[in-house]
């Protein structure tokens, strides 16, 4: 534990965005994507007004129904008494599966992939200022990684610490999400994706072998 500690430290003591080493294609990752077309899910749908799409990459089950993986698990919980964490949201459905670009990203992070979905903002959408981050949970840590997959600097704004961030799509980056960010989308089928990682001492040495910048 002290050791897994030590690690998180030190990872967030240095940039907060630090992109990957990843050779994946974003475009033959859209192809791959239309094949779930009828399968993206409202994002946190209780929040009706917000124009936000899921797409599961990992869910309960290993099913494309969204439900508890695209919703608020406290809400989920608060409606059910389900109690259901991250850490569950682990099964790879059809779209990890069927798609080889998401395996280039996936598949060498395996031992410490969560929730993990795709993200589409349609025009109008938004995230307002919040913090992602365990703020009862003490027995672990997890990380966020987003890779970029369909965005442009005029549709998509992401505010850091309010700074604007600027990335390519078919790039993957570590990103400190404990720091305070929004985003926003002003056209249609803007998509990421967000990978929540478990974090400890193994993964660190992982993502400093395979960083940008060394």
């Known amino acids: 534990m002290i050791k897994n500690d030590k690690a998180m430290m030190r ?9 990957l080493k990843c050779n994946f294609s974003s475009k033959k990752m859209l192809e791959e994507l239309k094949q779930f077309d009828g399968d993206w899910k409202r994002y946190n749908p209780s929040k009706l007004k917000n124009n936000r799409w899921g797409l599961s990459v990992t869910s309960l089950d290993g099913g494309l129904s969204g439900i508890p993986d695209l919703t608020s698990l406290k809400e989920h919980y608060d409606i059910t008494g389900e109690k259901v964490s991250d850490r569950d949201i682990i099964v790879p459905t059809d779209v990890w599966k069927k798609s080889g670009e998401v395996q280039k990203i996936l598949d060498p ?7 993990t979905h795709f993200l589409r903002m349609d025009e109008g959408s938004f995230f307002p200022d919040h913090y992602d981050m365990l703020r009862q949970e ?18 998509f704004k992401w ?22 960010h929004c985003v926003f989308s002003t056209q249609a089928n803007m998509i990421i994706m967000v990978i929540l990682l478990k974090f400890d001492y193994n ?10 910048v060394s």
């Not at 992070?109 to 929730?115: A, D, E, F, T, Y």
């Not at 997890?142 to 965005?151: D, K, S």
Request: glycine share 4%; charged share 25%.
């Open 138 to 155: 003490f027995d672990h840590d997890q990380i966020r990684l987003t890779a970029f997959i369909n965005i442009n600097e005029y549709g």
């Open 203 to 212: 993964l660190h040495i992982h993502l400093m072998k395979n960083t940008r």
């Open 159 to 180: 505010i850091y610490d309010d700074r604007l961030i600027k990335c390519q799509n078919g790039s993957l980056w570590y990103f400190n999400s404990h720091k305070r």
């Open 109 to 115: 992070l395996r031992p410490w992939v969560l929730r």
């Open 11 to 19: 990872l967030l003591s240095m940039s907060d965005w630090q992109q």
